[in-house]
């Protein structure tokens, strides 16, 4: 499981460092792409053949189920890290993202999350967290 959060820099070029903590988990070889909320979302090969399969298994007469395996799929790329650490972060991700140089990579369970920090200030504040912890509970989840 992937968890916690992490300041970084993504430079000129594009490259940026993932955290000791995930390198491990997310092996030799995974997949980086587009993600919902504005970040990208980087998924081990495991988890990303699972989401794969689900996204084929969605209906071609949909056009909601095309429009949704494009958006993950055409951007997707596959990575690998160099031997500092770093991945290449291609420049159409990059400007979806909006990834300058201040970078949040966080944990989200089953894959990792790269947010420009403006976009992670905005996309995550918990001044809300009551009400959404209601609405949470009316699905099961109960703290």
Same mark, same amino acid.
């Given at each position: 499981? &992937? /968890? ?12 940026? *460092?993932?955290p000791?903590? $995930? ?6 070889? &995974? ?11 980087? +998924? ?7 989401f ?15 429009? &949704?395996s494009?958006? $993950?799929v055409?951007g997707?790329?596959?990575? =690998?890290?160099d031997? @500092?650490?770093r *991945?290449?972060?291609? @420049?159409?991700l990059r400007? &979806? ?12 369970l ?5 947010w420009?920090?403006?976009k992670?200030? =905005?996309?995550?504040? +918990?001044?809300? /967290?009551?009400? *959404?912890?209601?609405?949470? @509970?009316?699905?099961? %989840? %109960? *703290?």
């Open positions: 499981m &992937f /968890m916690g959060e992490y300041n970084h820099t993504i430079d000129a070029k594009g490259r940026l *460092i993932i000791a903590k $995930f390198r491990e988990l997310l092996g030799e070889e &995974f997949v980086l792409t587009k993600g919902l909320d504005g970040c990208l979302s980087v +998924y081990p090969m495991d988890e990303w053949k699972a794969e399969e689900k996204l084929r298994a969605l209906p071609l007469t949909s056009k909601e189920a095309r429009t &949704f494009r958006f $993950f055409a997707a790329t596959m990575c =690998e890290l031997k @500092q650490g *991945i290449l972060v291609p @420049q159409a400007e &979806f993202a909006g990834l300058e140089k201040e970078v949040v990579i966080t944990g989200n089953n894959k990792v999350e790269i420009s920090r403006e992670w200030s =905005e996309n995550c504040c +918990y001044d809300d /967290m009551e009400s *959404i912890a209601e609405g949470m @509970q009316k699905m099961g %989840i %109960i *703290i």
